[in-house]
Nanobody
Framework: QVQLTESGGGAVQAGGSLRLSCAAP????????MAWFRQAPGKEREFVVA????????FYADSVKGRFTISRDNAKNTAYLQMNSLKPEDTAVYHC?????????????????????WGQGTQITVSS
């Protein structure tokens, strides 16, 4: 049951930037730590980054550290993923996810099974 809606995907050349958005109903967003995962063709779903409910704490996969930035606007019930210095290996469908089991400043984990709500995903294609 899809509750989250991603936007902002597209095609870009290597070295370029994109910004993804993830909108959620307030009844979910205000209670949830948020995360982004990605899945490339033929590969397992991969954790990218997560942010705590309050937005204070984050956790990044090593593969995107220093290039991607997660943020959230609790007034707009929206999470964002700013992606800079994109590489062809970043090509994937990007999904946002919500974990309502975490308390305010705890960052959700990297296990997708922890997340109750998911978006359908948005395609990112990075050409070399």
């Amino acid at each position: 049951q899809v509750q989250l809606t991603e936007s902002g995907g597209g095609a870009v050349q290597a070295g370029g930037s994109l910004r993804l958005s993830c909108a959620a109903p307030g009844r979910i967003f205000t209670r949830a730590g948020m995360a982004w995962f990605r899945q490339a063709p033929g590969k397992e779903r991969e954790f990218v980054v997560a942010i705590s409910r309050g937005g204070r704490n984050t956790f990044y996969a090593d593969s995107v550290k220093g290039r991607f930035t997660i943020s959230r606007d609790n007034a707009k019930n929206t999470a964002y993923l700013q992606m800079n210095s994109l590489k062809p290996e970043d090509t994937a469908v990007y999904h946002c996810a919500a974990d309502t089991s975490v308390i305010l400043h705890v960052v959700p984990g990297s296990d997708p099974r922890s997340y109750e709500y998911w978006g359908q995903g948005t395609q990112i294609t990075v050409s070399s």
